[in-house]
């Protein structure tokens, strides 16, 4: 990718995420928040109006919250190696809250073998350390696009 | 994306910690009277005269995984292949105070760690291991005074002395309201929870540490190394006070204060930090609470190489790094050191290489020789200046948090969360610009790039429920009587500010009573920390 469409690109994120509200949360016990933290700001910096829900919270409480807020979308963290069960968590506590067409992406120690679970419970991006931050923010917009 | 592998990486100026350096330093860099001779205050080159020559650093592993049988098997592993000291690594309910059978710790039973709900299963991780002689390492904050407990009482059951019991708690609850997050009560009796253990175990269990105040995990969590050394002095002279307000006397408790801190990549910005550090520790000790003793001055210190500085592209290359980071580790003088295996950035290590970690400290060890001299880079013209900018960085840091009011309030209030979060983002941003070199994942990436080797660790599924089953057959076999009786008086206990809780929490764990009823207690007294959530 060019420079140019590299800025291309972010310019149409934002355009995306100006004004969109998206929720941040930390499900589980898992302590480790600086990954949600940067990524909400990020999305911030980005023109996203930002929720960040803080640690330990169970997957009904961001459910509840998500609905109360109205959010557009709903990034979960996970470094704890139980992403699979507590996303299954939110995303049904989202159906019957009848909230079940917000999108869920999810961040943290995630292994590409349950790529495919995470996506067939409806995850649209999963987002691991490694990956540039602007490539995070662009897909996320994408998706929500 | 850019595609920054095309971009020719440079030499910084700058260290991480965006310190200056120079390309050359003279002989006037070197200042012989703040430096000091090795064992000799202000401790610049050590705190022993000998070096690893009297003793080698500890070589120890964290580990620690589904059930305690699991668990015990890796631990006869890993003592097995030469290791000498146990970590234990629990499971985020035991860290939280949640009891495995409660809703929220479900899905997280045994899988960062090993489930302590109750004295029966420390009976079984420690089985075959005699406690008198083997050094234990717990990785525990919120529930440490639990956890330390429940090891006594395991020691009583073993019928091993006190006095015997070496080891080491983590027990440094500022950092995990800035970085790891494993609080459950407020700042203020959590201090005094602290302060109980600390004074109890200066009796009870001369030997043991019951406090190693952490840098690591604010360090990898964003940062710097002058940071991660500034917020843990900071931390470690609010526990000195809250000590000093419930009349411990500092010669005697500081000599059992410890601290731990990551190892990263930049070979000298490492090795200076740990010498700046022993410095600026024995200045405070001395100057600011007039502590004669030198074993109460000494900043005795173990670390961990690896952590966030390794990737999961290109994983052999963590081989190195750690390599690197261990060397960087000795030659800042570390008391003990833990090296992580080289698929510890994305899985729990498999046998092979929690083994090959072990091999690395010591091929170091053995085969190098660089632990034969003590403090054999001290006199460089670089390190010792490098030292010297360091010191007065970590300084800076330390009055900027005691103008913000202390660290007490600094947390309370979320300033040094939002200020690390901050840090968070920029070095991410650094390493995604190309900046900062991480080679395999943003510079030198092969084309057709396999992320992982072969082999995958997997827990067993089974292995919660399992946990999860025999802790409700501990609650059916326990006598109920005594287990609520242990637990009134712990309560009310708590209610009395100078009154020691460690006797309370002892007799609890001998009747059964789990983390979770334990930590009820306290709560209910105490109630819990509301998170500032400041971004």
Redo the contacts between chains.
């Keep these: 990718?060019?420079?140019k469409e590299?800025n291309e690109a972010r310019d149409r994120a934002e355009t995306t995420l100006r004004g969109r509200r998206i929720l941040v949360a930390k499900p589980?016990?898992?302590?480790?928040?600086?990954g949600a933290?940067?990524i909400?700001?990020?999305l911030?910096n980005a023109g996203a109006e930002?929720i960040?829900?803080?640690?330990?919270k169970?997957a009904q409480y961001i459910a509840r919250t998500a609905i109360d807020e109205g959010v557009d979308a709903v990034g979960l963290s996970i470094l704890?190696?139980?992403h699979c069960?507590?996303v299954a968590?939110v995303v049904a506590h989202l159906r019957e809250g009848g909230a079940g067409d917000t999108q869920v992406f999810v961040g943290g120690?995630i292994?590409?073998?349950d790529h495919e679970q995470l996506k067939a419970l409806g995850v649209r991006g999963i987002y691991?350390s490694?990956m540039?931050?602007?490539?995070v923010i662009n897909s996320l917009a994408m998706e929500l696009n | 994306m850019i595609d920054f592998t095309k971009v020719e990486p440079r030499l910084s100026q700058m260290s991480p910690s965006g310190i200056n350096v120079p390309v050359r330093v003279g002989a006037d860099a070197v200042h012989a009277d703040s430096i000091g001779e090795p064992g000799a205050y202000p401790f610049t080159r050590g705190i022993f005269e000998d070096g690893f020559r009297g003793r080698l650093w500890t070589i120890r592993q964290y580990s620690g995984f589904g059930t305690a049988e699991e668990s015990n098997e890796r631990y006869r592993f890993l003592l097995d292949r030469g290791q000498t000291g146990l970590s234990v690594a629990l499971d985020l309910p035991t860290q939280c105070g949640l009891d495995p059978n409660e809703e929220m710790a479900k899905p997280e039973v045994g899988k960062v760690g090993v489930s302590l709900s109750t004295l029966a299963e420390a009976e079984i991780l420690f089985k075959g291991i005699d406690l008198g002689k083997i050094s234990t390492s717990f990785t525990i904050n919120g529930t440490a005074a639990i956890v330390y407990a429940m090891y006594l009482a395991v020691a009583d059951k073993q019928g091993v002395a006190r006095d015997k019991l070496t080891g080491t708690i983590q027990n440094d609850i500022l950092k995990e309201y800035v970085a790891r997050g494993t609080w459950i009560f407020p700042v203020r009796p959590s201090m005094r929870l602290i302060a109980d253990s600390i004074l109890y175990s200066n009796t009870e269990t001369p030997r043991f540490n019951p406090i190693s105040i952490a840098g690591a995990h604010v360090r990898d969590a964003g940062a710097t190394a002058v940071e991660e050394i500034a917020y843990t002095l900071a931390n470690g002279l609010a526990y000195v006070d809250e000590l000093l307000r419930r009349g411990g006397d500092v010669e005697k408790f500081a000599k059992r204060l410890s601290f731990f801190f990551y190892v990263h990549m930049d070979f000298f910005e490492e090795v200076c930090k740990f010498r700046a550090a022993r410095r600026i520790w024995a200045r405070l000790m001395k100057e600011r609470y007039g502590v004669l003793d030198p074993k109460a001055q000494h900043f005795r210190f173990g670390v961990v190489c690896g952590g966030s500085s390794l990737v999961a592209p290109q994983p052999y290359n963590n081989v190195v790094r750690v390599a690197v980071e261990t060397m960087a580790a000795v030659l800042g003088g570390a008391q003990s050191i833990f090296t992580c295996a080289l698929d510890e950035a994305y899985q729990i290590p498999t046998e092979f290489s929690a083994e090959l970690a072990v091999r690395t400290q010591q091929i170091i060890a053995y085969e190098s020789g660089i632990g034969r001299t003590v403090d054999p880079l001290g006199g460089s013209y670089f390190v010792e200046q490098h030292t010297d900018q360091i010191e007065a960085a970590v300084l800076k840091v330390m009055g900027e948090i005691e103008n913000y009011g202390g660290v007490e309030k600094a947390i309370e209030e979320g300033w040094i969360q939002m200020r690390l979060a901050e840090r968070a983002l920029q070095r991410k941003l650094h390493i995604d610009s190309g900046e900062t070199v991480v080679v395999g994942q943003n510079h030198f990436r092969n084309p057709d790039e396999v992320c992982t080797p072969g082999e995958v660790f997997r827990l067993d599924p089974a292995a919660a429920g399992r946990v999860i089953e025999r802790h409700q057959k501990v609650l059916q076999t326990r006598q109920q009587s005594d287990v609520e009786r242990a637990l009134k008086r712990l309560e009310a206990a708590a209610a009395k500010d100078k009154e020691n809780l460690l006797p309370y929490l002892i007799e609890c764990c001998h009747t059964y009573a789990t983390v979770g009823e334990m930590v009820g207690s306290l709560r209910a007294q105490w109630g819990e920390f509301q998170e500032p959530v400041r971004l």
Excluded at chain 1, 52 to 56: D, F, K, P, V
Excluded at chain 1, 132 to 135: A, G, H, I
């Design positions: 990718m060019t420079l590299n589980g016990l898992d302590g480790h928040d600086i933290k940067i909400a700001l990020a911030r930002v960040y829900t803080g640690l330990r169970s704890s190696g139980s069960e507590l968590q120690t292994p590409e073998s691991t490694d540039p931050l602007e490539r």
